[in-house]
């Protein structure tokens, strides 16, 4: 039977590891879509910010009671999944509870504080399901956010069920141990773990079923709990839970230029530059491919790994003056529309090969040129993301290319573009004017 189990073990986990790689590949097909963007300078600088930001979650302590309560769902779920080594070591070799004799009395202690961290994500969960469907959060609730309606408000549900049900199987998982330790049923007899601080809360309940029950409820946990933990990793290869991976990287490589700095079109420049005898023509001008961004493939790789790192919190929307005057703009709907295109993409590529193009593009078909338009460029999104996400370099760049390529501006910036033409300044009066307000 314990071959059989191995056997087993080995197959799913086999399993999970294929799926979970060529999930993870395709990701990194994705981003690799983006135009390059060199952001390997100051790396020092960088990995103060990973560590200050990601690991430390800094920017979620900005409201301290939530930060607190994901602070322990985040830390919880990591540190309590360290156990999975020692799963994966007896499933692999028919072992049970193989680190207990070479950690001796330390390995209890490490449990206790496993199952500490399990009660406190069950709590920190149960509280986030209530404040998404009981309070009805307004960044968080479909009633309030329509980005929000359908797959996106299910995932959170699914996540924070998940987890607590994974967190529920560990604790047990160690009651059934407890009790076939103490009745010394097979090779249980062999375990000394001590005893174990939430899951003997268990045991009263537990204590009236047989051996024979217990073996199963135990296995059926064990099994339950590692299953569950390779299913989702898989899983939040899909959802908006990704995060939890790349908040790291994204973290790391973040924009360090000052919030307010926008990245300018190297070409453009020049030609101001020429225009205002800064500097002389070249000899051959380099041709420009495109103005601003139409679809993902416009934007760079940092771009789109900013919409797979989109935690969809809602601190970015709930920030935006824009949406709060009823403006079509939700700098989250922008990072969710950018990750659903890149979504089809991938479908494109899955059902007819790599060199598949559809006649969609990011910009129109997923965001709206009156989206783009209601952005005022303030950076209250950029400045509220807890993970360095900056939407409105997005923005900017779709807002680039239909004012450049395809002439959609409101007729106020045209007449401020032709201002600047004409007059360098975005006002209608001469150049030789500009100092006289001074003089009066």
């Not at 330790?181 to 009236?208: N, Y």
């Not at 217990?214 to 296995?219: G, P």
């Not at 089809?344 to 969609?360: R, T």
Request: one cysteine or more; a neutral charge; glycine letters at 4%.
């Amino acid at each position: 039977m314990e071959y059989i189990q191995q056997i087993l073990f080995l197959l799913v986990f086999a399993a999970a590891v294929y799926f979970i790689a060529r999930r993870v590949i395709l990701i990194k097909k994705t981003i690799q879509l983006g135009k390059a963007d060199d952001r390997t300078d100051h790396p020092g600088i960088r990995l103060k910010t990973m560590l200050r930001v990601a690991f430390g979650q800094k920017k979620m302590f900005d409201r301290p009671v939530v930060g607190i309560l994901h602070f322990l769902v985040y830390a919880g779920f990591v540190l309590i999944n360290l156990e999975i080594l020692e799963i994966i070591i007896d499933g692999l070799f028919g072992t049970h509870r193989v680190l207990a004799k070479p950690l001796g009395s330390l390995y209890p202690i490490v449990i206790n504080f496993f199952e500490i961290l399990a009660l406190g994500v069950i709590l920190a969960c149960v509280i986030f399901l209530i404040r998404r469907n009981v309070l009805k959060i307004n960044r968080l609730h479909p009633s309030s956010s329509k980005e929000m309606n359908g797959w996106p408000a299910m995932d959170a549900n699914i996540i924070l069920v998940f987890e607590i049900a994974l967190m529920m199987a560990f604790l047990k998982m160690n009651a059934a141990d407890a009790i076939l330790q103490e009745r010394a049923v097979g090779h249980f007899a062999d375990a000394d773990t001590g005893s174990f601080l939430i899951s003997q809360w268990l045991i009263p309940f537990m204590s009236s079923f047989s051996d024979t029950f217990l073996l199963i409820a135990e296995r059926a946990a064990w099994w339950f709990h590692i299953v569950g933990i390779l299913a989702f990793a898989l899983y939040v290869t899909y959802s908006k839970h990704l995060h939890i991976a790349l908040a790291f990287p994204n973290t790391y490589f973040a924009d360090l230029k000052p919030r307010g700095q926008m990245n300018n079109m190297p070409a453009v420049t020049k030609e101001v530059k020429i225009m205002m005898e800064l500097e002389q023509p070249g000899a051959e001008e380099e041709e420009v491919g495109r103005f601003g961004a139409k679809d993902v493939e416009d934007l760079s790789w940092k771009n789109l790994m900013d919409a797979y790192s989109c935690t969809e919190c809602g601190r970015c929307t709930s920030q935006c003056p824009a949406n709060m005057t009823g403006k079509a703009l939700s700098p989250r709907k922008i990072m969710m529309s950018t990750r659903d295109r890149l979504e089809d993409i991938q479908k494109g590529w899955l059902a007819n090969g790599y060199d598949h193009k559809d006649e969609k593009s990011l910009n129109g078909d997923y965001i709206t040129e009156e989206e783009l338009l209601a952005c005022t460029s303030c950076n209250a999104c950029v400045e509220a993301c807890p993970v360095l996400i900056n939407p409105l370099d997005i923005i900017l760049q779709l807002r680039r290319y239909n004012v450049m390529e395809e002439s959609k501006a409101p007729q106020s910036w045209n007449m401020m573009f032709q201002n600047l033409e004409t007059n360098m300044a975005p006002w209608k009066f001469s150049p030789d004017d500009r100092m006289k307000w001074a003089s009066e």
